[in-house]
């Protein structure tokens, strides 16, 4: 029996790919040199103080013995990370930092430099995701392709999803031109909850900004509270981009990668089950 054939068909617009690449380099710079700004004091806490002797989490280095080792910990639990986290480099040459040299921008400790890698690719990325906002809205990809329908949010439709997924089973025919349920709730998560409370979190923590807006620390329960909901969001996002590589992975690298820098996705028409 001859193999069925594929065929390209157009699953993403110009503008959602260069935005998506662009988040991608801007989202990647702010998180590692915003881990870098957090090392420069490696704690969190809630409310409008910060009480030094009591942080709900903290990453630090500490003396055994001859040795020292780094560790975490998060409310009473506390773990052994050294030469990850609190503790790490070379063999031979460890610091006591919060983040490995790998991880961070620049590599090595620099509160300014650091902050300015920060604000610079923050801005973009205000920027870039006004754009893919404006556009889509104008042009109808959000409505069309983001917003579920009633058809998408019926409770077999949404059990069947969940049940094909978890057997890494993707449709490979006329679904796989559009986002499944799955895909628009976790995609709607990000643009409408993490992206923007990470952006106001942010803002939050600038002084500037509280001048303008006092009511914002007020609003997220202090400036250390503010400051724990970005960390807390930052680290969401990335869970959604490790899962979201996965998933890029399991439905067909090639493919994916494909359509998101020529726009053609091939599918088998008239088929479904496993990926294509």
Do not use: C
Not at 187 to 214: H, K, Q, R
Not at 233 to 256: E, K, P, Q, R, Y
Request: charged share 15%; no cysteine; proline share 5%.
């Amino acid at each position: 029996m001859a193999k069925p054939k594929k065929v390209l068909v157009y699953r993403h617009a110009a503008v959602t790919r260069v935005t998506h690449w662009i988040n991608v380099l801007a989202l990647t710079l702010l998180l590692m040199s915003g881990l870098n700004i957090f090392g420069a004091h490696p704690a969190l806490y809630w409310g409008q103080k910060a009480v030094f002797a009591h942080p709900w989490v903290l990453i630090a280095a500490e003396p055994k013995g001859d040795s020292m080792v780094g560790y975490t910990q998060i409310g009473s639990l506390k773990f052994n990370t050294t030469g990850v986290l609190g503790y790490s480099g070379k063999k031979g040459d460890r610091q006591p930092v919060a983040f490995p040299a790998w991880a961070t921008v620049p590599s090595f400790r620099d509160l300014a430099d650091s902050r300015h890698w920060h604000f610079f690719f923050a801005w973009l990325f205000v920027i870039n995701g006004l754009i893919y906002w404006l556009v889509g809205l104008i042009g109808g990809h959000i409505r069309k392709d983001l917003v579920p329908d009633k058809r998408d949010v019926a409770p077999r439709n949404v059990w069947h999803e969940i049940v094909t997924h978890a057997k890494l089973k993707f449709p490979k025919g006329e679904e796989a031109r559009h986002y499944n349920v799955l895909q628009k709730g976790a995609y709607l998560a990000v643009i409408l909850i993490l992206l923007p409370l990470m952006v106001a979190t942010g803002l939050t923590m600038s002084p500037g900004i509280d001048a303008f807006a006092p009511w914002l620390v007020d609003f997220f329960g202090g400036r250390q509270s503010a400051r724990t909901i970005h960390f807390l969001t930052a680290f969401a996002i990335v869970g959604f981009v490790l899962l979201h590589l996965f998933m890029v992975v399991a439905s067909g690298t090639w493919n994916n990668l494909r359509s998101m820098v020529t726009g053609r996705y091939a599918i088998v028409p008239g088929k479904t089950g496993e990926a294509a």
